[in-house]
């Protein structure tokens, strides 16, 4: 992302996973009321003058509220299982305009962290406080671009984040645009601070060999591309079980956008998004 501007992508995905509510009530399987007002001001003046039938026929817009819904869903789902079985702290890892500590009935009783770029999180806190919603997230105000990831389980600390308690952590919509580096020096800060048991429920984008990218990836990756936020990394599936296990965890679940919407999503709605999409989400466990 682009020094003191707030995540382009990030503005995206949040208006994308609020553009759910033009689905029908029984299509509809995540809801997010906070994300629109994170969207464009051209989205946002359609949607004030009710036309938003002329969002839904904007060529791919069908696409990325599906995306959305499945991605959102699978991860809320992490959530709701790591209540379930007594987990109450949960780090959103480069937050974005995420609004799970607020959306989400089932974190009324647990602490959340949100760790990212002091320009999305400003920009986010304005967005809330412009819409009258307060937030019970802690804010965890941090430049991946010049502090240290080793330094960030000392930062949870000081934010009240109790490393000796299972820990859920979300990394959402983050590892394609981290170099390899970048991503294990990250994954290591994130075992640092997770006892065993702790999970980490992330997605990334995957790497075929002999597979070359469909239309539509290679699209969205120049158009981030052009937004100053670049693909620059993929992980082949089959080689990520033994990528986690070496920094601390066990990969517990993988799965691709287009098998989950199959199993989620309406027949019709869940073509929307091709059989070549590489987006993936997995589920691990501290060890």
């Not at 209540?83 to 780090?91: A, E, L, M, T």
């Not at 920009?123 to 960030?152: C, N, Q």
Request: proline residues 7%; contains cysteine; charged residues 25%.
């Amino acid at each position: 992302m682009r020094e003191d501007t707030p995540s382009r992508t990030a503005q995206w995905v949040a208006a994308m996973r609020g553009l759910g509510m033009l689905l029908p009530d029984g299509v509809r399987i995540a809801d997010d009321p906070y994300g629109v007002a994170f969207a464009s001001t051209r989205v946002q003046r359609i949607l004030d003058e009710r036309r938003p039938g002329v969002i839904a026929h904007v060529p791919g817009f069908k696409t990325w509220i599906a995306y959305m819904q499945v991605r959102t869903k699978l991860l809320d789902d992490a959530v709701r299982n790591f209540v379930d079985v007594g987990g109450r702290q949960v780090v959103l890892l480069g937050a974005g305009f995420d609004c799970r500590a607020l959306r989400m009935p089932e974190l009324a009783g647990s602490t959340v962290f949100e760790v990212d770029h002091p320009a999305t999180q400003h920009h986010k806190l304005a967005t809330l406080e412009r819409i009258g919603a307060a937030s019970p997230a802690h804010y965890v105000t941090w430049d991946f671009e010049t502090r240290a990831m080793d330094e960030l389980p000392e930062g949870l600390a000081e934010a009240g984040h109790d490393a000796s308690l299972p820990t859920l952590t979300i990394w959402e919509g983050v590892t394609m645009y981290l170099t390899e580096p970048a991503i294990d020096a990250s994954l290591r800060a994130i075992a640092d601070y997770s006892c065993p048991t702790s999970q980490l429920a992330m997605t990334y984008q995957s790497h075929i060999p002999g597979r070359t990218l469909g239309l539509g990836t290679r699209l969205v990756e120049a158009a981030v591309a052009r937004l100053g936020e670049p693909f620059k990394w993929r992980w082949e599936p089959a080689a990520l079980p033994a990528y986690l296990e070496e920094r601390g965890f066990a990969l517990a679940d993988d799965v691709s956008t287009p098998e989950a919407a199959e199993q989620v999503l309406p027949a019709d709605l869940a073509r929307s998004i091709p059989r070549s999409d590489r987006s993936r989400v997995a589920l691990a466990e501290r060890t």
